[in-house]
């Protein structure tokens, strides 16, 4: 099988720390993303869990800050005790 080089930017010192792992495992760099890079094609996924930052972004925060504001001041937005009757007039 013809082999390729692959070349990609890191974090300087996220490089020397995983390089340190590796080392303790008996591993070198290429042989760690080999390794990952066949678990992906077998697998056909990321191996490991993948999740958003818990840190909500712009809109969510912006959302955030109108809702207390409307907490404090129910005159700045309209409450409904039904569902269907504030889908009917959002949607009207």
Avoid: W
């Avoid at 992906?40 to 191996?47: M, Q």
């Avoid at 930052?53 to 937005?77: F, H, Q, W």
């Amino acid at each position: 099988m013809a082999q390729v080089m692959v070349n990609f930017r890191m974090d300087e010192e996220l490089k020397k720390s995983m390089e340190q792992v590796c080392k303790e495992m008996g591993l070198g760099l290429t042989t760690a993303f080999t390794m990952f890079a066949a678990k992906v094609s077998k697998e056909r996924r990321i191996p490991f869990e993948v999740a958003a930052d818990p840190v909500p972004n712009a809109e969510t925060l912006k959302a955030i800050e109108e809702a207390r504001k409307m907490k404090k001041n129910p005159s700045l937005g309209k409450s409904y005790t039904d569902v269907d009757q504030m889908m009917k007039e959002l949607l009207a």
